[in-house]
């Protein structure tokens, strides 16, 4: 996606570059989180606790990663995460896998 800015240094249009190419990144970093996001929830509603312990692994580990590139705040990551291990305790509390 190529725009065209009037700007009157050569500076300002190459950060302007970063900035989108930064955005897009961020953008399927955070989109990739909400993804697995769903799939841990499906998996919580489908009763399957092995399943949604990998899926809360996964998730774990993307926040952990979007966490440590900036993408979303540590305080962000740890509620998402402290959240979804709650949902996970509370709905296989009797279970052990």
Do not use: W
């Not at 570059?17 to 953008?27: F, G, P």
């Amino acid at each position: 996606m190529e725009v065209t800015l009037a700007v009157k240094q050569s500076s300002a249009a190459k950060r302007h570059r970063q900035s989108e190419v930064r955005r897009l990144r961020n953008k399927a970093v955070k989109s990739a989180a909400r993804t697995y996001a769903k799939k841990y929830g499906a998996a919580v509603q489908a009763k399957d606790p092995a399943g949604a312990l990998e899926a809360l692994r996964v998730l774990q580990k993307t926040l952990d990663t979007a966490c440590g590139k900036g993408i979303i705040s540590k305080n962000a990551a740890g509620r998402k995460k402290s959240r979804a291990m709650k949902l996970y305790h509370t709905s296989f509390e009797t279970v052990s896998v």
